[in-house]
């Protein structure tokens, strides 16, 4: 769910620019014979992404390569690749946990965490509204849908309802190539990501 900016760095701690452009104000007036279009300069907001180097390393012995019972190449691979992840998914989930526009499910709907009680559940009339509010803001979307991040326990919680209008199975939207690691499916037009 980013846009992409080929570009081959100099240097660790290099930054890019994305530049986004800004949206024109909507064109209300009248044309005629006599009235014509006024140019109007175009306008761009400026995104600084400062590309950081970060990880972990494992030092080992040549004593305990040699006298451990287990391959303990594999072992340290293993353990810097799930810290790799685990690393991945904290700094992701900081930003996010970040975030200003973000909205909780419950009666009101708040954007608050401390609001949240343990009955406040992700339900699809709250998917619904976020879709409706999205759309009626002229967000736009990425691939036809918007993204929607969600905790792994409000994820089981929204899965485990049942009825007409609860979760329906991934495959009845997209291809099994279609669904990316970390994706749960499609409801109501947002791409639920754990």
């Given at each position: 769910v980013a846009d992409v900016k080929p570009t081959r760095q100099s240097m660790?701690?290099?930054?890019v620019l994305f530049y986004l452009p800004t949206e024109m104000a909507a064109?209300?007036?009248?044309?005629?014979?006599?009235?014509?279009?006024?140019?109007?300069a175009l306008a761009d907001a400026q995104v600084t992404v400062t590309l950081l180097e970060k990880g972990n390393?494992?030092?080992?012995?040549?004593?305990?390569?040699?006298?451990?019972?287990?391959?303990?190449?594999?072992?340290?691979?293993?353990?810097?690749g799930y810290n790799a992840g685990l690393s991945m998914d904290t700094i992701a989930a900081a930003v996010l946990a970040g975030g200003t526009n973000v909205r909780y499910p419950g009666?009101?709907?708040?954007?608050?965490?401390?609001?949240?009680?343990?009955?406040?559940?992700?339900?699809?009339?709250?998917?619904?509204?976020?879709?409706?509010?999205?759309?009626?803001a002229n967000v736009a979307t990425f691939n036809g849908h918007y993204v929607?991040?969600?905790?792994?326990?409000a994820s089981y919680d929204f899965r485990d309802a049942t009825g007409t209008l609860a979760w329906t199975d991934p495959h009845a939207y997209s291809a099994p190539d279609g669904i990316w690691n970390g994706s749960i499916g499609m409801f109501g037009g947002v791409d639920f990501i754990e």
């Open positions: 660790p701690g290099s930054s064109a209300t007036g009248t044309l005629n014979e006599s009235t014509d279009v006024d140019a109007i390393v494992a030092k080992t012995t040549a004593k305990a390569r040699g006298t451990a019972y287990l391959e303990l190449d594999l072992v340290v691979v293993n353990l810097v009666a009101s709907g708040g954007t608050a965490r401390n609001t949240i009680k343990p009955t406040d559940l992700l339900v699809a009339a709250g998917v619904r509204r976020a879709v409706a509010e999205l759309r009626g929607g991040f969600v905790h792994p326990d």
